[in-house]
């Protein structure tokens, strides 16, 4: 081989797809095919919801077209308006959702330990406008929902989790989806569990659940019988087939991903000035992000090691940099946000996020392991 080649030659990808049976897939789709029911309340979809809800022991779970549009449904079902506040280290869907709702984000500070929003920082941004907060379960570790939760209580607020990250996560014994008002899933393709494009929300409360019903369905109440304003938020069959099929997996796809995230945890070990960020044994989770840390928190050294892999095939990210503060259509709202947002700033710096999954064999770890050594004595 020469030297110049790279490590692998297919690239491994972060958010590969995790697939489950080909075989019940294609059976699933046939199935459709001579149903020829394809979307609108299908019995793929109602299977799917009933199954998700008593996975996450929650009464109910609505099922949506993409997690963003998830998102949307339900800060309009809760009431939120005027300003919400959200942290800006998270995909730019979060705050994207509150704006498309004609909502201003307010972003809060994290916690430079755990990447979670600060409750000590969302409280410092609470202003008459607030109407509610929208945390996130960043990485599918888990949000300060206990704090949040008496934060919201006490200052009347509206609490929402963008849990994107986070199905079938339990947290200090609460599975997702019994938080907050509501939780709200992805199910997009480079997602834990997929559906192709698709999401959900999870929530206890009844009439929620029946306003959110009507919402992702033009707010029809039976045929001819509109008694909401509505938007098309519905899942379809297929994306269901996927859903079912993949949910016949997730034991082995989680088994497979703490391998992984095991294996990356002892050769980042060996690795001087990274680490990887640990996991609480306490919780259940489905180890999809592998989040490696520079521990100087030079951007420059991120970005070479970054560049290294990428030059062997190893895709890595830099997920979320630079924070959604510093993207155009936040940065001209928010000039100087930086100002109070000095943990986001620092962790977007510092964070490498590994390809994972089943896409990605221990040996492939242990090959990549020996890339971030030399990449990383290189860039120092
Ligand atoms: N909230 C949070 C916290 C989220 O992370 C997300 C989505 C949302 C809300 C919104 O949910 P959705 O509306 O998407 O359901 C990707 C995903 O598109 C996005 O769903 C996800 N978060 C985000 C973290 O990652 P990009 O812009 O990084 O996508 P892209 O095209 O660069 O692909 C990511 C990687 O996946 C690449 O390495 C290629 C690989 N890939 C992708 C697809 C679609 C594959 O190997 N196969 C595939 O089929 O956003």
């Given at each position: 081989m020469p030297l110049d080649a790279p490590a692998f030659e297919t690239p491994l990808h972060v958010g590969r797809p995790n697939i489950g049976s080909r075989e019940r897939f294609l059976e699933r789709v046939n199935d459709i095919l001579d149903r020829r029911w394809l979307s609108n309340d299908g019995p793929l979809v109602r299977e799917l919801e009933e199954r998700i809800a008593e996975r996450m022991g929650v009464r109910h779970c609505l099922a949506m077209c993409n997690g963003t549009i998830a998102l949307e449904i339900a800060i309009r079902a809760v009431g939120m308006r005027d300003e919400v506040i959200v942290p800006s280290y998270t995909f730019v869907a979060t705050a994207h959702a509150l704006h498309w709702q004609g909502i201003v984000p307010v972003f809060a500070d994290i916690d430079p330990d755990t990447h979670q929003i600060d409750p000590v920082a969302v409280e410092r941004m609470i202003t008459p406008r607030t109407t509610g907060i929208l945390a996130v379960h960043l990485w599918g570790r888990s949000a300060p929902a206990a704090a949040l939760e008496e934060i919201a209580e006490r200052r009347g607020l509206e609490l929402i989790f963008d849990a994107a990250h986070a199905f079938d996560c339990t947290f200090a014994g609460r599975p997702v989806g019994s938080h907050g008002r509501a939780e709200v899933l992805s199910f997009h393709a480079t997602k834990f569990f997929n559906t192709i494009e698709g999401g959900a929300v999870l929530t206890n409360d009844d009439d929620l659940a029946e306003r959110m019903r009507l919402m992702r369905n033009f707010g029809f109440a039976g045929e001819d019988n509109v008694i909401h304003p509505g938007t098309n938020g519905k899942l379809n069959e297929v994306s269901a087939a996927m859903g079912l099929t993949n949910l016949e997996a997730i034991e082995e796809v989680t088994a497979t991903n703490r391998e992984n995230a095991e294996a990356y945890a002892a050769v980042v070990s060996e690795v001087p000035g990274l680490r990887a960020l640990p996991f609480e044994d306490s919780d259940r989770n489905n180890h999809q992000y592998v989040v490696l840390e520079v521990e100087s928190g030079s951007q420059e050294v991120r970005?070479?090691?970054?560049?290294?892999?990428?030059?062997?095939?190893?895709?890595?990210?830099?997920?979320?940099?630079?924070?959604?503060?510093?993207?155009?259509?936040?940065?001209?709202?928010?000039?100087?946000?930086?100002?109070?947002?000095?943990?986001?700033?620092?962790?977007?710096?510092?964070?490498?996020?590994?390809?994972?999954?089943?896409?990605?064999?221990?040996?492939?770890i242990r090959t990549i392991g020996g890339i971030l050594a030399e990449a990383m004595e290189s860039a120092q």
């Open positions: 970005d070479a090691i970054v560049a290294r892999l990428r030059e062997n095939n190893v895709l890595a990210r830099k997920y979320f940099w630079p924070g959604i503060h510093r993207m155009q259509p936040y940065r001209d709202l928010y000039p100087h946000a930086g100002l109070v947002l000095p943990h986001t700033e620092d962790v977007a710096r510092r964070v490498i996020v590994m390809p994972s999954g089943t896409a990605v064999t221990t040996d492939d």
